[in-house]
């Protein structure tokens, strides 16, 4: 099974990806925002 899942990020652009391991990918994403420098446009 594959998941597909749409986010808007805070420039309110919206991203979009696919996965077969839903948590991984939202893990990686919330580990992306936490590395981000506080200016950047991440979720």
């Given at each position: 099974m594959?998941?597909?899942?749409i986010?808007?990020?805070?420039?309110?652009?919206l991203?979009?990806?696919?996965t077969t391991?839903?948590?991984?990918?939202?893990?990686?994403?919330?580990?992306?925002k936490?590395?981000s420098?506080?200016?950047?446009?991440?979720?």
């Amino acid at each position: 099974m594959f998941f597909v899942y749409i986010l808007r990020c805070n420039d309110n652009t919206l991203y979009t990806g696919w996965t077969t391991d839903l948590n991984k990918s939202l893990n990686a994403i919330i580990v992306v925002k936490e590395l981000s420098t506080p200016d950047a446009d991440y979720l």
